[in-house]
């Protein structure tokens, strides 16, 4: 992992950029289990101003179980986290770190003590944003992916049974997408005592968006939509809409959740033209 600089220096370039976010039930449950966060965190100490977004999304589960209170849990877990350590010199990926791992405890804290909601769990893939530096966290299958005007790629990687059968090269992804166990995570905040975390940092260059999403984005739409709506969009918001719209179009058979943080200056874009797997325990998204 690279060493991580949290230099308290403000930067013009975080500034031009704005954020999209949206939350949708679809056209099939009757409960949205997903809570997203985008919280705009800026400080003023010793004469000096520091600025950091925070973006993330839960994908809960559980159903009956109250999988919209493990989302709900694991941001509250995230931002009391991250919020009191951001000055502290501390890697932003450590502080995610640590707050996916609370959140774990808190949500098996609360099955523990409502043992009607036994079963219940989230996702999640969360970023600590400072400058154009993307420092990200994530368990399960919500994903991030940057997004530039030439190409979107996943940075990632879902822990899932299908993601292992790609990882052994016996399905491609095309095939994994209809593939009858695609629904079966890995990983899951909130389910077992311990819970490893993927940690990352990368650099968002001028012209790059980054997105945060849970699988009910990734179910009905390709990389080349959701690539297609971004690039063309004159907004991160109105993207977030268009995305959701076209889901739900296509069955929106989950709930559907997303951020957006656009490429700088992307208020003036005009519309163009044209870690290790074995066979593992599955819980079911």
Do not use: W
């Not at 679809?26 to 400080?43: M, N, P």
């Not at 932003?92 to 098996?108: R, S, V, W, Y």
């Amino acid at each position: 992992m690279n060493q991580e600089n949290n230099s308290n220096s403000d930067s013009s370039a975080e500034k031009a950029r704005k954020i999209g976010m949206l939350t949708d039930v679809g056209q099939v449950r009757t409960v949205d289990e997903d809570s997203i966060l985008a919280a705009d965190l800026s400080f003023g100490v010793n004469s000096e101003s520091s600025k950091f977004l925070l973006l993330a999304v839960a994908d809960g589960m559980g159903g009956h179980a109250k999988g919209e209170e493990a989302s709900k849990i694991a941001l509250n877990a995230i931002a009391r986290a991250v919020i009191p350590d951001l000055l502290n010199n501390t890697p932003f990926t450590k502080i995610l770190e640590k707050g996916i791992q609370n959140a774990n405890q808190d949500i098996l804290d609360y099955t523990a003590k409502n043992p009607e909601a036994s079963g219940m769990g989230t996702t999640s893939v969360c970023a600590v944003v400072k400058d154009n530096q993307i420092h990200l966290a994530n368990v399960g299958d919500s994903r991030a992916y940057r997004v530039s005007d030439d190409e979107i790629c996943r940075v990632t990687k879902d822990h899932s049974y299908v993601q292992a059968l790609i990882d052994e090269d016996e399905i491609t992804e095309e095939q994994a997408r209809e593939h009858p166990r695609k629904n079966e995570i890995t990983r899951a905040v909130g389910i077992m005592p311990s819970i490893e975390v993927d940690t990352m940092k990368l650099t968002l260059d001028s012209d790059e968006s980054l997105l945060l999403c849970c699988d009910g984005v990734i179910a009905h739409l390709s990389d080349d939509d959701i690539h297609k709506i971004i690039r063309d969009s004159p907004d991160p918001q109105t993207a977030c809409k268009e995305i959701v719209d076209l889901a739900n179009e296509r069955g929106g058979s989950d709930n559907i959740s997303l951020i957006i943080l656009s490429s700088e200056g992307s208020d003036t874009k005009e519309t163009e033209p044209n870690t290790k797997e074995t066979e593992p325990d599955t819980i079911s998204d």
